[in-house]
């Protein structure tokens, strides 16, 4: 199936599809085709993603969710995603559609929301051992054995 009719906004298009097909690896697998296209597998994968939902909750038109889930994982392995990441890059930087500038810019730090109420140094003093008469040290100091 060559052209699939994108069915959400967020599916790939033909165009992004023709970009995207000749990157992809060769299936290995011979004998019966599967039931779903490279295409809306892909889509469910990019659906997930997006989304955050559980792999069990891909939308039935993306393929079985155990489909899609094989399909990443199987390429998360052999090193597949990263290989279409790297070609893409290198697609879209010869375009001039990247620009590899980067700027830090460190004059705005926020501190962690723990770090507001601290100690300073000067504050702290050191514990006192409090002694009072009328009640006696709860253990006896180390020196002594035990039974």
């Given at each position: 199936m060559d052209t699939l009719a994108v069915t959400r906004r967020h599916d790939l298009t033909d165009v992004q599809w023709a970009v995207l097909?000749?990157?992809?690896?060769?299936?290995?697998?011979?004998g019966r085709p599967s039931l779903w296209s490279r295409r809306q597998l892909i889509d469910g994968i990019r659906w997930r993603i997006r989304v955050?939902?559980?792999w069990r909750d891909v939308?039935?038109?993306y393929g079985s969710w155990s489909a899609v889930?094989?399909?990443?994982?199987?390429?998360?392995?052999?090193?597949?995603?990263?290989?279409?990441?790297?070609?893409l890059q290198a697609v879209a930087d010869a375009a001039g559609r990247i620009c590899w500038d980067v700027s830090v810019d460190s004059t705005s730090a926020r501190a962690h929301q723990h770090a507001a109420g601290a100690r300073k140094r000067?504050?702290?003093?050191?514990?006192?051992?409090?002694?009072s008469p009328s009640s006696p040290p709860i253990m006896l100091s180390a020196g002594r054995g035990v039974g």
């Open positions: 097909q000749p990157l992809l690896p060769a299936p290995k697998r011979s955050g939902a559980p939308p039935p038109q889930y094989a399909l990443f994982r199987r390429w998360q392995r052999d090193g597949t995603w990263k290989k279409v990441l790297t070609a000067g504050i702290c003093r050191p514990n006192r051992l409090v002694v």
